[in-house]
């Protein structure tokens, strides 16, 4: 299974993520999509998950929620958009991740792509920073990867260019 992760799109999907994500077999998306358009856009592209995030308004939350738990492959996904990072995981996601044990722990929000085992929790933290083109952020990211059975391999950093520099 191949998945596209992006998250802090806020309403914008960058022209070359199609191109990036048209391997993949679904499409995550770990929260501030912007609008239930963007949302809509992506998934007649490929399948997606996703949650939302603080800036996402009604219309995205009646659909997609603040937490999404399953299961790809034999892979306990918890994704959120507000979760922290190893070591200083958010208050409010922490029970969560002590009660449901996750292999793979994905959120958004900070803007900044981080990947990196947790030794502690024993999980794998993913954070594939912001592909959108408003935020903090200098670069706009995503995240490619693979699951095959209970393995996370092939993990890939796409970058999408400057943030505020233009878009060919």
Known sequence: MKIGLISDTHGWIHPRLFEHFKDCDEIWHAGDI???????????FRPLRAVYGNIDGTPVRVVYGEYLIFKAEEVNVLMTHIGGTPGHYDRRVFPHLRELHPDLFICGHSHIAKVMYDK?????????????????????????????????????????????????
């Open 120 to 168: 502690k929790e024993d999980f794998l933290y993913v954070n594939p920073g912001a592909a959108g083109y408003i935020g903090f952020h200098v670069f706009m990211t995503a995240l490619r990867f693979q699951i095959t059975g209970s393995r996370i391999h092939d993990m890939e950093l796409i970058e999408l260019g400057e943030r505020g520099k233009a878009i060919d």
């Open 34 to 44: 912007g609008n239930i358009e963007t949302a809509d856009t992506l998934s007649r």
